[in-house]
């Protein structure tokens, strides 16, 4: 007769320990995200989501960039609320993180605005920004 009674799982064996929840890279007001919504279903079924970028430029140093994405990449981060969809750009996820997006409306113009933690300065006419990288952690 053989000793039915399981062994106990090694550490090896133990299921991996939960991961904590990523953070999302960039949120979005509410105002943003009904114009977001509002231009995307204007566009038509084909549009994957508005795809937000950094790339250098500016007297700053760095501008936000805005196009519109008919697929999403594989590295891809998409950010959905509300709605609406924001597809970041992999090489941009260090620079927006912790990102707020919102749309205001004033007497001359309408535009989207960027409150940005990692936004260290900008120029006077506001086209660029400098922009520091996250820390990984």
């Known amino acids: 007769m ?8 090694t550490t090896s064996e133990a299921a991996p320990p939960a ?21 995307m279903a204007s566009k038509g079924p084909d549009i994957a989501g508005l795809k937000i970028g ?14 519109w994405a008919d697929k999403i990449e594989k590295f891809d981060e998409v950010v959905e609320q509300d709605g609406a969809r924001v597809i970041v750009d992999p090489q941009a996820v260090l620079y927006l993180l912790g990102t707020e997006m919102d749309y205001k409306t004033e007497k001359l113009s309408s535009t989207f605005v ?17 922009l520091t990288p996250a820390r990984q952690d």
């Open 2 to 9: 053989t000793d039915q009674t399981p062994t106990p799982l």
């Open 19 to 39: 991961r904590r929840p990523r953070p999302k890279v960039m949120t979005l007001t509410p105002r943003a995200a009904e114009r977001v919504r509002a231009i």
């Open 54 to 67: 950094v790339k250098k430029g500016g007297c700053a140093g760095m501008e936000y960039t805005m196009t």
């Open 114 to 130: 960027f409150n940005n933690p990692n936004q260290s300065g900008a120029c006077g006419c506001g086209e660029s920004v400098n």
